[in-house]
């Protein structure tokens, strides 16, 4: 079974403060995707990476940046938390075809911004 | 401009009572639709992926369908276990995967 983990489920930061947002796939998959997710507004795609050192920005990238230095591991870093980025995060990994394989989703972040 | 409507945003059946949610879309050049069902407070799970109009896949009560303008996930005799929002996605000719808002579905015993 793939297995898609992330670092936190709940967690509480200050305005202002640096967040990371950790995940970690032990499947082998070339591609990571990080997600948030809001009442009213679905999941929308903040950055994804098809290989390890790339990365690509989604539908919402503003406020936000990822690393990915090991093929395993997608990391989504707020360099100054706001409150309107409280939400739920989600990663999520996929095959090697350029994305079209269905994704497995770790089981979320639920970050509050105070 | 891509985009991906589902509906009903939310459905209550009972037990054993079939029903379909749709998901409408506008992409260009339809890659694959798929369709994952999310638990509260859980990431989304996979169900299914389609390719081309008139392709069908089932997976136990659940069976997806596609047109070229729509999908439906027909839901038959479901049970409270099958409760859950259920997330239609679509990816296009440029890759990029817009997910719908979701339907919540709540059987009733």
């Known amino acids: 079974d793939v297995k898609v983990t992330q670092s936190s489920r709940y967690l509480v930061k200050r305005t202002g403060e640096k967040v990371f947002l950790e995940c970690v796939q032990d499947?082998?998959?070339?591609?990571m995707f990080w997600y948030r997710q809001d009442p009213g507004l679905g999941l929308r795609l903040i950055y994804f990476?098809?290989?390890?050192?790339?990365?690509e920005k989604g539908d919402i990238p503003e406020g936000y940046s990822v690393s990915r230095e090991k093929k395993e591991r997608f990391s989504l870093i707020l360099e100054s938390a706001s409150t309107n980025q409280t939400s739920m995060y989600l990663c999520?990994?996929?095959?090697?075809?350029?994305?079209?394989?269905?994704?497995?989703f770790g089981p979320g972040t639920r970050l509050t911004v105070l | 401009e891509d985009q991906v409507t589902q509906s009903p945003e939310a459905l209550r059946l009972q037990e054993g009572e079939s029903s379909s949610l749709n998901c409408s879309y506008t992409?260009?050049?339809?890659?694959?639709l798929f369709w994952y069902r999310q638990d509260p407070g859980k990431g989304p799970e996979f169900l299914f992926t389609l390719y081309s109009a008139g392709e069908e896949k089932e997976k136990e009560r659940l069976k997806a369908t596609l047109t070229k303008k729509e999908s439906f996930l027909h839901i038959t005799a479901p049970k409270p276990e099958d409760s859950a929002t259920y997330l239609c996605a679509v990816q296009g000719r440029d890759d990029k995967i817009i997910f719908g808002k979701g339907t919540r579905l709540h059987i009733l015993p």
């Open positions: 990476s098809y290989d390890v050192k790339m990365k």
């Open positions: 499947m082998d998959h070339e591609n």
């Open positions: 999520a990994s996929s095959l090697p075809r350029t994305g079209l394989d269905e994704q497995f």
């Open positions: 992409v260009s050049g339809l890659r694959g």
